[in-house]
C-alpha cells in the first residue's frame, strides 16, 4: 500500500507520470493483481511488478503512453519456459497490465490520491474502482494482444468507494453499488457492468487482530500482526500493561474498565481476528463467552486442552454448543513446539495468515 503514498506525493510535487497495474494473472507470475509500479517521465521507477524481462516490457509500454499522451493501454504478456526461469518462476504464465497516464495538472487526480493514502492510513475500508479500456472500437494488435482506449483525454474511469463517506471520483451511483456488491473483499478482480470492464479491488481488508491482555505474549504477538499487515488493537484492564510504552507499533492501545465488557463498542465482523492472551483463565472464558457471539472470522485463545476443555464446560452450562466451540482455535497457533513468547507469537501470526489466505481464495 506505500506506493499510494508515492503516488500521492508525485502529484502534490506537480509530477505527472505513468501507471503500471496488473489486472489479471494467471500461472506462476511473480505479482499479484492490484500490483503498481509508477514509471516517472525520466524511466526511473517506484514499486515493482515483478522485475526481469515483465518490467522492462513496461517500462518500455510506459515510454509510449507518455508520447501519446496519456492514452491508456492494456497488454497482455505471456512469458514461456525461457522467460520464467530470468524471473524465478518455476514454469510460465501471463499477466495482463493496464498502463496509463496521471496527469498531475487534474485537481481530481490529487485529490483521489490523496483520499486513498488517507483511507488506508486511517484503516478504514473501502473499494478503489479502476475502469478498463474496452476492445470495441479501439486498436487490437493480435501479436501482443494490446487494446489502446480511444480518447486520451477522457479521463481513465476511477472512484473511491469508502464505508463512511461519499465516494470520491468518476462513476455514478448505480455502477458502484453493483460493482462492490459481487467484488470479493479479499481478492481483486475484473467484473463486467453493463459490457464495461472494471478492476475492483478492497483497500484495508487485511483484517484487525484485537489482542486481549497485556502480557509478555501479546507484546511479542503485536509487533509482528502490526508487521504482516492486521491493523492491531490492544485490550487490558491494567494501565501498567496497556500503554504505549509496552505497545508502541500498536494502532490502539485500550484500557476496560473490565473484560466483562471486553467488546463493548467494538466493530467486529468476518474481518476480525480475536486473540484470547488474558493473564487468567477466567478472564479468557469470560472474554470467549462475548467472542462467540459475534460474527469474528477467527477466534483463538491460549492454554493447555485441559485448560480448554474447562472453559467449554463452564460455557456450555451458559447455553453455548460444541459447533460455537468448533469456530475457536485452542490451543491457539499452529503445532511447531513453540515454546518461548517469541515462538508462541510467531506460531499464532502464521495461524491467523493462513486464515486470511483462505478467506481470499
Same mark, same amino acid.
Given at each position: 500500500m506505500n506506493i499510494f503514498?508515492? =503516488?500521492?506525493?508525485?502529484?502534490a510535487d506537480g509530477e505527472s507520470f505513468v501507471l503500471a497495474m496488473i489486472v489479471r494473472r494467471s500461472g506462476s507470475a511473480p505479482r499479484a493483481a492490484g500490483t503498481r509500479m509508477v514509471v516517472r517521465k525520466d524511466g526511473s521507477i517506484a514499486g515493482t511488478i515483478g522485475g526481469g524481462i515483465l518490467e522492462a516490457q513496461v517500462r518500455d509500454l510506459a515510454r509510449e503512453v507518455f508520447q501519446h499522451g496519456g492514452r491508456p493501454v492494456l497488454k497482455k504478456f505471456l512469458f514461456n519456459a525461457e522467460d520464467a526461469g530470468q524471473m524465478g518462476m518455476i514454469c510460465g504464465g501471463q499477466v495482463q497490465v493496464l498502463v496509463h497516464f496521471v496527469d498531475a495538472s487534474k485537481p481530481s487526480n490529487l485529490e483521489l490520491y490523496q483520499e486513498i493514502s488517507t483511507t488506508i492510513g486511517s484503516r478504514k475500508r473501502a473499494w478503489f474502482i479502476t475502469g478498463i479500456p474496452s476492445d470495441s472500437g479501439s486498436a487490437l494488435d493480435s501479436h501482443s494482444d494490446t487494446i489502446q482506449g480511444d480518447d486520451g483525454r477522457?479521463?481513465?474511469?476511477?472512484?473511491?468507494? $469508502? +464505508? +463512511?463517506?461519499?465516494?470520491v471520483g468518476h462513476l455514478d451511483h448505480a455502477s458502484i453499488q453493483a460493482l462492490t456488491a459481487h467484488a470479493d473483499a479479499g481478492r481483486p478482480e475484473v467484473i463486467t457492468h453493463h459490457e464495461k470492464k472494471y478492476f475492483v479491488e478492497g483497500l484495508c481488508h487485511e483484517g484487525t487482530?484485537? =489482542?486481549f491482555g497485556a502480557g509478555h505474549i501479546s507484546r511479542k504477538l503485536a509487533s509482528l500482526t502490526k508487521l504482516v499487515g492486521f491493523q492491531t488493537v490492544v485490550l487490558d484492564d491494567r494501565h501498567e500493561f496497556a500503554n504505549r510504552e509496552h505497545f508502541d507499533t500498536a494502532d490502539e492501545v485500550l484500557v476496560l474498565d473490565s473484560f466483562e465488557r471486553a467488546l463493548e463498542g467494538l466493530e467486529i465482523n468476518q474481518d476480525s481476528y480475536l486473540v484470547l492472551v488474558t493473564r487468567g483463565h477466567a478472564h479468557d472464558k469470560t472474554v470467549l463467552g462475548q467472542a462467540l457471539r459475534t460474527k469474528a472470522g477467527y477466534i483463538g485463545m491460549i492454554g493447555s486442552r485441559r485448560k480448554r476443555d474447562a472453559i467449554y464446560d463452564a460455557l456450555s452450562g451458559e447455553g453455548f454448543t460444541s459447533g460455537d466451540f468448533e469456530r475457536v482455535r485452542s490451543p491457539v497457533g499452529l503445532d511447531i513446539g513453540a515454546e518461548t513468547p517469541e515462538e508462541i507469537a510467531v506460531s499464532i501470526v502464521a495461524e491467523m495468515i493462513r $486464515? $486470511?489466505?483462505e478467506k481470499s481464495q
Open positions: 503514498k508515492s =503516488i500521492a506525493q508525485l502529484l477522457e479521463p481513465l474511469a476511477q472512484c473511491l468507494v $469508502r +464505508d +463512511d463517506g461519499a465516494p487482530v484485537y =489482542i $486464515r $486470511r489466505a
